[in-house]
């Protein structure tokens, strides 16, 4: 479970880059759920249920919530209760899912969704599965790309190298070494002298990339 908690830290500085309204209600209370405080997470969720009690076909609601349920499918996989966790994993999913088929375009909806499916996926054994849910996460944080590619440089170093690397290092859990490339040649271009860049020229030379280099990078001192 520690191991979990130490790379869910990474999703809180993908997801940070969300500025949608309701995210602003609810996302400390999740990064602080995400590191093992269940207060804080049972405090985010009701506020999600109380939001979509209010109304159902609310997606930002939705996408938090079913990153909750996940959350705690992991919780329950740890202490041995399979079937909850499995009932908790396919609840949340399927929640996230939801959000994003009925708010495609809504960054608060799509990097949440990205950024949590590429971490949860490092705690998956079925290789066929992790690739789905991989391939879902690159998927949400390419449209958050296009989404923003007019005004980038105004998004400001870190929330901007948290997309291009979450991209970079997905390309390249896919296999897809073409796509991994450009991505982080892009890195080097668009956040040169940057601990992002550290990443992409580790990448480039070894074609591998640690967990702890592929996120969260500068969150206290990018500008």
């Given at each position: 479970m520690k191991r979990l908690v130490t790379l869910l830290i990474l999703v809180i500085c993908i997801i940070a880059v969300a500025q949608e309204r309701f995210d602003i209600k609810v996302r400390e209370y999740f990064f602080s759920g995400f590191?093992?405080?269940?207060?804080?997470?049972?405090?985010?969720?009701?506020m999600c249920e109380e939001a979509l009690a209010a109304n159902p076909k609310f997606p930002e609601?939705?996408?938090w919530h079913g990153s909750g349920l996940v959350y705690r499918a992991f919780g329950a996989f740890q202490t041995g209760d399979q079937q909850k966790g499995l009932e908790l994993w396919r609840q949340g999913m399927q929640e996230m899912d939801t959000a994003?088929?009925?708010?495609?375009?809504?960054?608060?909806?799509?990097?949440?969704?990205?950024?949590?499916?590429?971490?949860?996926?490092?705690?998956?054994?079925d290789p066929e599965r992790i690739r789905t849910v991989v391939q879902k996460g690159v998927s949400?944080?390419?449209k958050a790309y296009e989404l923003q590619k007019d005004h980038l440089?105004?998004?400001?170093?870190?929330p901007r190298g948290e997309l291009e690397l979450g991209l970079a290092d997905g390309y390249s859990r896919l296999g897809n070494e073409q796509?991994?490339?450009?991505?982080?040649?892009?890195?080097?271009?668009?956040l040169k002298g940057t601990l992002y860049e550290d990443s992409a020229n580790l990448?480039?030379?070894?074609?591998?990339?640690?967990?702890?280099?592929?996120?969260?990078?500068?969150?206290?001192?990018?500008?």
């Open positions: 590191t093992g405080n269940t207060a804080a997470l049972d405090k985010g969720m009701k609601a939705m996408v994003v088929e009925m708010a495609p375009d809504n960054l608060g909806v799509r990097i949440p969704r990205g950024a949590f499916l590429l971490t949860s996926s490092r705690f998956m054994r949400d944080l390419e440089s105004a998004l400001g170093t870190h796509k991994a490339t450009e991505w982080f040649e892009r890195i080097k271009v668009d990448w480039l030379q070894t074609k591998n990339l640690p967990a702890k280099q592929a996120g969260c990078l500068g969150c206290h001192t990018a500008k």
